[in-house]
């Protein structure tokens, strides 16, 4: 023992000596610019010991005292070595590779020299979504990609988040991007049954995040077949680089308040609404001056005598300041063997409103391994754990937002004691609820969880020649849970009910591929990569629901199985397969001329058996024209580009089973399962076929300080998927067929200009734009379809209102106008004796971002904004609050005290009638907004701690921020009700307050 | 070194083998619905196939509710309270459009369970009838092709102009007997009328000698049809056909020589004692040839307003438990002196209000939400009556039979009645009074439409609706404007 323990302390002082021997060096690894580069690998020449930088471009080596050279590589730059014998800090400047010509982004299954893509692609770094207060990725993507619109419906914690590229392009099936994740498809989307909101990638954590790319044209998505007519959205997580192991710390805390409201759009007054009331009461003959009053008391206050008139402020008593903080944590390094990427991070966010909030929870590894010089392989794994609260939207009784403008100024959420207020006299039953009693008496939750991993194997067969094989899972589960109280509420009527719905998506993937490359000409000018690759994926859904009622005259007791009668125990499933066989090659002739292609037959069990696999290619060229030698004069262009590119994908948004001709059992009889033809198929069902048209130019001037691109495209959909009626004598009513067509077509510019550099100062701008243009080609037999407020009509905008024209108010005696027709002759104040006429469109004509980002010393500041122009959106519940009187005994908001009230008076609020006045609640283009925005997305100021200082504690990088999220928004519209960001379509839902968040962190890393 | 080489190589082998075997992934089984392809593959799915069947015709726009409502309202002895176009009130009013609810849900439904049967019949003869075996499958095909005929025959009361106009020489109803599973089958011509009973009696004839004699419970006897189910209807049919001497010889094989009347063979269907048992719990008497049986099961009953007792009774503060859309028309039946007091059938009445407001309601049907009263399709006092008036209007004369016929019917209700040859002066006088008899006797069963129908007689005013002769628009009801749209050799009425 003692022997063993003597030569512990011998081994511990060599170790000791060996320390002290070694020498510790700092350094700085910049660019051309001086701009420090991150991640760059620092390796002392010969060895194995080696780090990489930091986010600043510093690195701290502890280097043997035989080491005399760095070597030093990063992606796009040239591999430097430097001399550090007798020195203890080093400044490295890096040289770009020339022109760029190695650098290599992400493509669709693996990656491509940069100066070699003939599509429109557009890379967002890790940096740009990182630690940021968004519940999810696809909400970090506003504003940062031209011709990517990504709207909120909800501000809800962990809501979902719609996206589109280039427009809308489908009708009926799905229009999201697909959205693959280190090469494997996933579910993406709101796969919530029973809550009103929940988004799959929220357990996805931004931090993890390597690079963001998404995919825009035939060149670069076409090779996923049916599936890219949407756009493909590539996201590449983090992994480790050799060198010492690096960690990393994020903490930031914050909070989160509405972000936009409008004064107009407040609630009124227990006296504003007793003086409108009153009025309104006489105006519909109700009620008489001399009576009103008494009417009044009677009718509209609260049943508690409180010793001072109620006066409550619902909107405020449902929205709240709510808490914001994110907490991550990650170790990566290796050596040239192995390398590594660890991560966990914790996310907490607190919603505007009463009852929201949502918790991730998440871990993430990645580890990778040279084999031999020709095998690679590796393995990540991405987990997540998600809690959310979001109560209900729209009408819902329950729903918190809808109450604070429903709900009247007289009643009081509590009684006199300080106990609930519930009581039918204030509150009855099936009208709108309490929601704070409802908020504290019920339950409205789900639990999320996340595990995305692969295996991957890589072979180098030949120095030309590399197999890879991956397989990934991408598993995911939603347990919602629902209590309604037996006291008061939803649950009331049934005694109490409970329910748990469980939806499992499992969902795998297998790729393989063989990359191929060779010259073709002896001079090396000609060039030709060449991938060939297969890939299968199943996914399939599981749900379990259940439903139990008659719950015992307690709040604590929660779950199904305490109900007394069971009321829902159902399962189902639905899976979807795809299988796909795919090639994509690219010639390249002395970096000057470059032509691609990409073919995939692609097979989908969602398709009719006669068109259940299709074929869809993409061809595309560029031009550097950069790299002729009639250019090589021009000095101030440094960089020109022409690109075009065509070809066909397809999108398969639909549902799993729509092409089959089925049975389904609920026809029931006698009690017993009976079974029914459900569906009549369609054996020639197939996917919607895009095609999309790309040309783009990429130009960067004066020394790489002033780059944009400018791109125009055109995609026509066609085959759209559209329920075909058919005669009611074959048995069905409609069948699905492949028959509309669209098109979109547009322009994107993006804007990158460095007006400042110097050592201390830089000043980075950056501006983008996109302009689209939908039109309809094709319908059923061209006929219009009517879908609520919107008409689908060939020749126009896919999301055109249909809607009577509002007219303003009839100044002699207030009462709401309409005009006749869409030419605006005439008015009427008979809204039926009005037509409905096309009114412009809830998708926005252009939107964009712009930012300037400022670094002076160690100091910087950024702020990026994100705007929206030529949209109209809909106040969909405004008739209530705002409709004349229309459901006088909900409150009303402040912009209808501004109705009419004496002949002569000009106003376009129309005489305030108990009950309504003459369909002035009905729609029409008076619930219509302009939905013009610009918002101040993000704005940051940070600090470094100087190096000086850090050095000492073996701390590599420390910086300070503040951080503010949405916290400016301007709208053309005064009149704007809510949030001008309102989902895809534009519709207010009275959904949970968009939230603005301050934040300050600390990012430290060792 | 060349471990990795050999391993690799074996790897990318077995991948391309396994590659080429992904293609059966892409042949998809749903799990909540069947394929068409397997519906017939066990028995026990053909069994929920026969079933499904049923539960189309239980649905609430046909049998398990509107079929029946529109064909008392179409009469004269109701009155529309609601002014609801979703309710009928344009069905009451005999002047329903062509896109009207009615007009086009019932068409939609009445085809779905026709296509819903063709498609059976087609599954079993495709390979269901092997797993079935003979004597199952002869009983399912024969279920499938009477329910099909229900159907025909349905739709040609309101669609269709009666048998009587021209001897069915008039247009009839696209006449689809095959299965439609997808599209590219729009088109096809009305058949005439002649044509589509010609079916009608076909398929009727072949379910008579395809069904089971009877189940083993009275459950099922009510609920699912027997042989003596395709008689009764053939009666009925045959009726409105005015070929009365088929109604004798179909009538003669369930309805025995004298009195008690019973069927002597199959399910011994008879009257009851009192005709208030056979609207109650369990409804499955032996006089119940055919009901829609409905629970408190979801989708196992007639659904929103759809419900015979919503619209008949009154809502609950006067004593309902409905929507009161249609009180009884009190210069209607109920105004008619030989139809005494103390009658059973008028404890099926309601009386509510008095002075102005004093109405009157049909309460025949009375379970509460969801509404759970079984739906009758055919009583056996309907075949008796048919019975007894084919003999009459066969001989033409004062048949003694088919007073005694008459009698059961009226007796059974009403002690205090008792018809003898004597009472009736000409043998116009004993069909009026059995034509009296039946709007008692099925008030609110939805026959009123079709005996005016078959007689080819003006539908008599009520209310603030206006009477309509048998040349008048509104007669019968216009095509489906769907049908119209889509099914370009489809005409109108």
């Known amino acids: 023992m003692r022997k063993l323990l003597m030569l512990l302390m011998c081994a511990l002082l060599t170790v000791g000596q060996l320390w002290a021997q070694n020498r510790t060096i700092h350094g700085t690894v910049l660019d051309e610019n001086g701009k420090p580069i991150e991640r760059a690998s620092v390796v002392v020449k010969g060895t194995k010991i080696g780090t990489s930088t930091e986010e600043n471009g510093t690195f701290k080596l502890t280097v043997p005292p035989t080491a005399k050279y760095l070597v030093i590589t990063a992606l796009n730059f040239e591999r430097r070595e430097v001399f550090i014998e007798g020195k203890n800090e080093v ?58 619109q990504s709207a909120a419906a909800s501000g809800a914690p962990g809501s979902s988040q719609a996206i589109r590229i280039r427009g809308i392009g489908s009708i009926s099936a799905s229009a999201d991007p697909l959205w693959v994740i280190d090469g494997i498809p996933v579910n993406s989307g709101d796969v919530s049954r029973l809550t009103t909101t929940a988004n799959l990638l929220s357990t996805l954590n931004p931090d ?42 994020d903490a930031e805390v914050g909070q989160n308040s509405i972000a936009y409201k409008n004064s107009a759009y407040q609630p009124l007054t227990a006296d504003q609404y007793g003086t409108i009331t009153k009025e309104g009461l006489i105006n519909a003959g109700q009620a008489t001056p001399s009576n009103v009053d008494a009417i009044y008391n009677a009718n509209f206050l609260s049943v508690f005598t409180y010793p001072s008139p109620v006066n409550t402020d619902w909107l405020s008593a449902v929205t709240r300041v709510g808490g914001q903080q994110q907490y991550n944590l990650s170790a990566s390094g290796g050596n040239e063997k192995t390398t590594f990427f660890l991560s966990g991070g914790m996310f907490k966010q607190d919603g505007t409103t009463i009852a929201t909030d949502f918790t991730r929870i998440n871990g993430n590894a990645r580890i990778e391994n040279r084999a031999t010089n020709k095998l690679t392989l590796g393995f990540t794994l991405n987990g997540g754990v998600t809690d959310q609260n979001t109560p209900l939207n729209g009408g819902a009784f329950g729903n918190p937002v809808l109450s604070a403008f429903f709900l009247l100024p ?50 180098k067969i030949l120095d030309n020649l590399r197999f890879k094989t991956q397989y990934g899972v991408d598993y995911n589960t939603l347990e919602e849970n629902q209590y309604n109280n037996p006291f008061y509420g939803d649950g009331q009527s049934s005694g109490g009910r409970a329910f748990a719905y469980y939806t499992r998506y499992t969902n795998w993937d297998w790729v393989n591929t063989l990359d191929f490359k060779q010259s073709l000409l002896r001079s090396g000018d000609l060039n030709l990569n060449l991938k060939v690759g297969y890939e299968s994926q199943l996914s399939k859904g599981y749900f379990v629901s259940v439903q139990n009622s008659n719950f015992p005259p307690t709040t604590i007791l929660t779950v199904p199985a305490i109900g007394a009668t069971p009321k829902t125990a159902s399962q189902t499933a639905s899976d979807y397969a795809f299988v796909g066989a795919f090639s994509s090659a690219d010639l390249n002739f002395k970096d000057k001329y470059i032509i691609t292609g990409s073919f995939r037959n692609d097979g989908s069990s969602r398709f009719g058996l006669n068109r259940r696999y299709g074929n869809f290619w993409s061809i595309g060229g560029r031009w550097n024209i950069d790299r002729e030698r009639f250019m090589q004069n021009i000095k101030f262009i440094n960089q020109l580009v022409l690109r075009s590119s065509y070809g066909t994908n397809g999108n398969a948004g639909i549902g799993n089973y729509d092409a089959l001709p089925l049975y389904g059992y609920g026809s029931n009889y006698i009690g017993n399962p009976g079974s029914a033809p459900s569906q009549a198929g369609n054996i020639d069902l197939t996917w919607e076929i895009n095609k999309p048209f790309n040309v783009g130019l990429d130009v960067t001037i004066l020394k790489n300080r002033v780059s944009f691109t400018i791109e125009y495209y055109k995609r026509n959909t066609t085959s759209l998927l559209l329920a075909a009626p058919v005669p009611p004598s074959t048995g069905f009513t409609s069948v699905t067929k492949n028959i509309g067509a669209m098109e979109n077509k547009g322009v994107e510019f993006t804007l990158n200009v460095v007006p400042i550099q110097s050592r201390d100062f830089r000043w980075n701008l950056n501006f983008n734009i996109a302009a689209n243009q939908n039109r309809i080609t094709a319908l059923v037999n061209n006929q219009d379809i009517l879908s609520g407020v919107f008409i689908r009509r060939v020749g126009y905008d896919f999301q055109t209102y249909y809607a009577r024209i509002y007219a303003g108010v009839d100044p002699a005696n207030g009462d709401p106008l309409w005009y006749t027709d869409a030419t605006k002759q005439a008015t009427t104040n008979n809204y039926g004796a009005a037509q409905r006429a096309l009114y412009q469109s809830a998708s926005p004509k252009f939107f964009g971002g712009f930012g300037n980002s400022f670094r002076f010393k160690n100091f910087s500041f950024s702020a990026n904004f994100y705007y929206n122009f030529g949209n109209y959106l809909r106040d969909t519940w405004g008739s209530y609050y705002n409709g004349a009187g229309f459901g006088g005994g909900f409150n009303k908001v402040q912009r209808i005290m501004k109705r009419w009230t004496t002949p002569g008076q000009i106003t376009d609020i129309p005489k305030y009638v108990y009950g309504g006045n003459k369909s002035a609640q009905s729609f029409s283009t008076f619930y219509l907004f302009k939905g013009d925005f610009i918002r101040l997305r993000d704005i940051e100021l940070g600090y470094d701690m100087p190096k000086s200082l850090l050095g000492k504690y073996h701390i590599g990088t420390m910086r300070f921020y503040v951080r503010g999220t949405n916290l400016w928004t301007w709208v053309a519209d005064s009149n704007m009700p809510f949030d001008p960001e309102q989902g895809v379509s534009a519709q207010t839902n009275l959904e949970v307050f968009i939230p603005k968040t301050v934040t300050a962190g600390v990012n430290i890393s060792f | 070194m060349k471990k990795y080489k050999y391993l690799s190589v074996l790897a990318l082998g077995a991948s391309l083998l396994f590659a080429s075997c992904q293609r059966n992934l892409l042949n998809p089984v749903p799990q909540t619905s069947i394929s068409d392809a397997s519906a017939f593959s066990t028995l026990s799915r053909i069994q929920a196939s026969v079933l499904g069947l049923y539960g189309a015709l239980k649905n609430g726009n046909l049998y398990g509710g509107r079929y029946v409502i529109y064909g008392d309202i179409r009469g004269e002895d109701f009155i529309n309270q609601t002014s609801n176009l979703v309710t009928g009130s344009d069905v009451w009013a005999l002047n329903p459009t062509n896109s009207a609810t009615a007009v086009v849900n019932l068409w939609a439904q009445a085809y779905y369970t026709i296509n819903s049967c063709n498609i059976f019949i087609d599954g079993m003869n495709a390979g269901g009838s092997a797993i079935a075996g ?46 439609i599973k997808g599209v590219g089958q729009s088109n096809l011509a009305r058949s005439t009328v002649a044509d589509v009973y010609a079916q009608v009696i076909k398929d009727l004839n072949d379910a008579e000698t395809g069904l089971p004699l009877n189940y083993s419970s009275a459950y099922n006897n009510t609920t699912r049809a027997h042989r003596n189910t395709a008689i009764a209807l053939k009666t009925r049919v045959y009726l409105s056909m005015q070929n009365y001497s088929a109604v004798i010889t179909e009538a003669n094989k369930i309805v025995s020589a004298t009195a008690p009347f019973t069927a002597t063979s199959g399910v011994a269907n008879a009257l009851q004692a009192d005709i208030t048992q056979v609207f109650k719990t369990p409804y499955t008497t032996t006089e119940s040839i055919l009901s829609m049986p409905m629970t408190s099961t979801a989708g196992d009953y007639p659904g929103t307003q759809n419900q015979l007792a919503y619209y008949y009774t009154p809502v609950a503060s006067l004593g309902g ?37 004093l109405k009157y309601w049909l309460t025949k049907y009375k379970a509460p939400s969801p509404y759970t009263d079984y739906v009758p399709v055919i009583r056996y006092s309907e075949v008796l009556l048919n019975l007894a008036e084919a003999r009459v209007r066969s001989t033409n004369t004062i048949d003694p039979q088919a007073v005694a016929l008459l009698n059961a019917v009226r007796n059974r209700s009403d002690a205090a009645t008792t018809y003898t040859v004597a009472s009736f002066a000409s043998a116009n006088d004993l069909i009026n009074a059995i034509l009296k008899e039946r709007r008692i006797e099925f008030l609110g069963e939805g026959l009123r439409n079709n005996d005016l129908m078959r007689l080819l007689q003006t539908i008599p005013a009520k209310g603030s609706a206006q009477s309509k002769g048998p040349n008048d628009v509104g007669y019968i009801w216009p095509i489906s404007a769907n049908e119209l749209a889509l099914n370009n050799l489809c005409t109108d009425n």
């Not at chain 1, 940069?114 to 696809?138: I, R, W």
């Not at chain 1, 044209?217 to 590539?234: E, K, M």
């Not at chain 2, 009587?164 to 009839?172: E, I, L, T, Y």
Request: charged share 20%.
């Open chain 2, 134 to 179: 003979p004597t199952l499958s002869a009983n399912y095909i024969a279920e499938a092709k009477l329910i099909r005929a229900l159907c025909y025959y349905s739709l040609l009361q309101y669609y269709a102009r009666p048998y009587a106009d021209g001897n069915g020489s008039k247009p009839g109803l696209p006449l689809r007997l095959t299965g």
């Open chain 2, 321 to 357: 438990v409905g929507n009161g859309e249609y009180s009884l028309n009190a210069n209607g039946i109920i105004a008619d002196p030989t139809w005494l007091p103390t009658d059973a059938r008028r404890s099926f009445i309601l009386q509510t209000g008095s002075g102005s407001s």
């Open chain 1, 410 to 459: 007289t009643l009081s959420p509590y009684k006199p004691d300080g106990t609930l207020n519930y009581l039918t006299g204030d509150f009855p039953n099936a009208s709108t609820y309490n929601t704070v009693a409802v908020a504290a008496l019920d339950k409205r939750n789900l639990h999320g969880l996340s595990l995305r991993g692969s295996v991957y194997a890589e072979y």
């Open chain 1, 91 to 148: 400044e490295i400047k890096m040289n770009p590779l020339d022109s760029k010509l190695d650098e290599v982004v992400v493509v669709a299954y693996g990656t491509q020299k940069k100066n070699t893509v003939t599509g429109s692609q557009v890379s967002v770094k890790g940096a740009v979504v990182e630690n940021k207060p968004f519940t999810s990725v696809d909400k970090a993507l506003q504003g940062a990609v031209a011709g990517l």
């Open chain 1, 208 to 249: 993890d995040i390597e690079d963001i790319t998404v995919l825009k044209d035939a060149a670069s998505s076409s090779i996923y077949g049916s599936r890219a007519a949407n756009g493909v959205i590539l996201v590449t997580t983090k992994k480790g680089r050799p060198g010492a192991t690096r960690f990393k710390f």
